[in-house]
């Protein structure tokens, strides 16, 4: 009856544990903020003496100057920074506490990060020896201040998804002094940002929920002085080896595949529901031995306890799916498969192309202008797909830019008939082919002039998607959790508008210097 009920109990945790940080916040913590440091030290190179290799092919020179040409916006750079601050101090009083990071050099790593395509190892390798990024972050040549990557990771990690767009908008809008008509002409097309997980199959699934069970309630039994995991490591290994007969049999071809199958998954599901009766029976001693002398529990145990239930409940859960699926014969829809126990949120996305036909993860809608700038980046629900997406999409960005966009070209992707009415009210020239077979007046639209140019003109989305993802690391996710997807996405974006900003200063700085060689 004991494990029935905390079996239930578990199930309860799996809603509120979903892509959430077990780490504690305490209602006391406050911090001490500056936008800038207020006094130049002696060493400080002045931001205007600051200097690039403008013939270097490196990204990370054009985002650099792109942030130095910020830097002496002073509205638009107070703006960009007043949304940091709401970020990162929160309803905290920012005069009171340790200091921390001040907001410039928050927003100068968080260009780098992505702008440069880096893990946090290597930004905190950059943070504290390149020099150009450390003048442009207003640091002494001759101060040893030096950034732990922990403090970096988490002031970066404070910024919401939502706050980095609105940076990024900000960048487009200063990319349009430069540019004004580029926002007159508009292309956009979906694709697919991976999830960060190894292909799944329902033993590979229970494999890591065991795994996790193990280690947590190993953990929890050290920390309490609760016997029962001695030969944890043991235990483990044997589930492995049944991992590893599924999988050779599973590739095999032998006439008796099938039965060899359900036998394993057989022994593999009775390990799996040993795993989780002793790790249940941690957590009743536990409780029963230690709510007696401590009543209520830390932030820190409430949340380890809670992580063992999730990986206990999510264990049981792909056992009944493998049991369905190998002695039932039950074909199990996508909308109850689980794809990873540690990204439960990932769709999988069958777009039938090569070189991945199948992937994991979300779609992201990006839309470029005519100067190169991202004017909107999106990541689209589960089951969203393009056509449902688009008319709000446009809406919007022809309020956002006063009705200044003439020209917005799209794949047959995004048709639909009402697409093509809403969209050609909204802008003057929709490029947007129809599906399967076209009547005459699908032929005359498509077959003018205007249409044949803005087509001609789409397939520089592709460009910008594939920089996005060589350039920007958008292929594959590398951060955890939802909110931590979008940020990923949101500071991806955020780097590529710098960098163009950054291109467009380089190339008016090179026709500068060569038009001074000249008259010299």
């Known amino acids: ?63 650099l100057m792109a942030l ?51 893990n946090y190892d290597a930004l905190h390798d950059l943070a504290n020896n390149h020099a150009t990024l450390r003048d442009i972050m207003r640091i002494s040549r001759l101060d040893d201040q030096r950034f732990p990557r922990t403090t970096i990771h988490d002031n970066i990690t404070k910024l919401s998804p939502k706050t980095i767009f609105k940076i990024s908008d900000i960048i487009v809008t200063l990319g349009h002094e430069f540019y004004p008509k580029a926002i007159e002409k508009l292309r956009g097309d979906s694709f697919v ?102 009543p209520t529990f830390s932030f820190e145990i409430d949340s380890r306890m809670s992580e063992i239930l999730y990986f206990i409940t999510a264990t049981q859960n792909m056992c009944e799916l493998a049991e369905r699926r190998v002695f039932e014969n039950e074909k199990i829809p996508n909308s109850e498969k689980i794809f990873s126990l540690f990204e439960p949120f990932t769709e ?26 991202i004017v909107h980046a999106e990541v689209m629900g589960i089951g969203v797909t393009d056509e449902k997406v688009i008319v709000e999409t446009m809406k919007k960005l022809q309020d956002r830019f006063n009705n200044r966009i003439r020209i917005a070209s799209f794949d047959k992707g995004f048709w639909t008939p009402n697409n093509l009415k809403e969209l050609s009210e909204i802008v003057p020239l929709v490029c947007l082919p129809k599906k399967g077979k076209r009547s005459k007046v699908d032929q005359e639209r498509e077959g003018s002039k205007e249409f ?23 292929i594959v996710c590398r951060d955890k959790g939802e909110e931590g997807y979008e940020r990923y996405v949101a500071l991806a974006v955020l780097g590529r508008n710098l960098q163009t900003l950054g291109t467009i200063l380089q190339k008016k700085e090179l026709k500068r210097i060569r038009r001074q060689s000249k008259a010299a």
């Open 348 to 373: 999988l996305i069958n777009r039938g192309k090569m070189p991945f036909p199948i992937e994991f993860g979300h779609r992201v809608l990006v839309i470029q202008d005519g100067g190169g700038f």
């Open 193 to 294: 940002v991976q999830k960060n997980i190894h292909y799944p199959t329902d033993a590979n699934l229970i494999l890591d929920g065991i795994r996790k069970s193990i280690e947590l309630s190993v953990r929890l039994g050290d920390a309490f002085n609760i016997s029962g995991w001695r030969q944890h490591a043991s235990l483990l290994k044997k589930i492995k080896s049944i991992l590893r007969n599924i999988q050779r049999t599973a590739k095999s071809k032998r006439k008796n595949k099938e039965e060899q199958l359900k036998e394993l998954y057989e022994k593999l599901i009775k390990r799996a529901h040993k795993i989780i009766e002793k790790s249940l029976d941690t957590i009743c001693t536990f409780y029963f031995t230690q709510f007696e002398l401590n």
């Open 1 to 63: 009856m004991c494990y029935k009920y905390l079996l239930k109990i578990s199930k309860l945790h799996v809603v509120f544990l979903v892509g959430m940080p077990f780490s504690p916040k305490s209602s006391q913590e406050k911090t001490m903020r500056k936008t800038f440091e207020p006094q130049i030290t002696f060493g400080t190179v002045p931001m205007s003496n600051i200097k690039f290799d403008i013939l270097c092919r490196h990204e990370l020179v054009p985002i």
């Open 68 to 118: 130095q040409h910020l830097y002496f916006n002073k509205p638009v750079l107070n703006e960009i920074l007043d949304l940091i601050k709401e970020d990162i101090v929160e309803d905290k009083d920012e005069k009171l506490g340790c200091s921390g990071m001040h907001y410039w050099d928050i927003l100068v790593l968080a260009s780098v990060r992505l702008g440069c395509y880096l």
């Open 452 to 474: 044949g140019k803005a087509r001609k003109w789409h397939p520089g989305i592709e460009s910008a998607i594939n920089a996005l993802g060589s350039g920007n690391g958008l």
